[in-house]
Nanobody, 117 residues
Framework: QVQLVESGGGLVQAGGSLRLSCVSS????????MNWYRQAPGKQRELVAS???????NYAESVKGRFTISRDNAKNTVYLQMTSLKPEDTAVYYC???????????WGQGTQVTVSS
């Protein structure tokens, strides 16, 4: 069982920045990919950013150039640095890691990000 705990969400004005953190209890954190998803009200959950065990990253087109995903294997933590935030970035942000045992992988409880205009 892997537990993921997100933090760092909050209310910010458009153009502002936030850094989300996700701490994993998994023993094999350093060899697993980590993902950030988000879900806005009335919309499907979408993949925002991902980072592989060897630090390759991928981003949704809507956040490229504004968000940066990173990881610190010594702290079992993945980060999402968000800059130039827009009202449309408002969503609950979830940390996720795939699993070879559970098809859905493991999910955190989510952290709310609200961007005011």
């Amino acid at each position: 069982q892997v537990q993921l705990v997100e933090s760092g969400g909050g209310l910010v004005q458009a153009g502002g920045s936030l850094r989300l953190s996700c701490v994993s209890s998994g023993r094999f954190f350093s060899v697993n990919a980590m993902n950030w998803y988000r879900q806005a009200p009335g919309k499907q959950r979408e993949l925002v950013a991902s980072i592989t065990y060897d630090y390759r990253t991928n981003y949704a087109e809507s956040v490229k150039g504004r968000f940066t995903i990173s990881r610190d294997n010594a702290k079992n933590t993945v980060y999402l640095q968000m800059t130039s935030l827009k009202p449309e970035d408002t969503a609950v942000y979830y940390c996720h890691t795939p699993s070879g045992i559970i098809s859905s992988g493991y999910w955190g409880q989510g952290t709310q990000v609200t961007v005011s205009s």
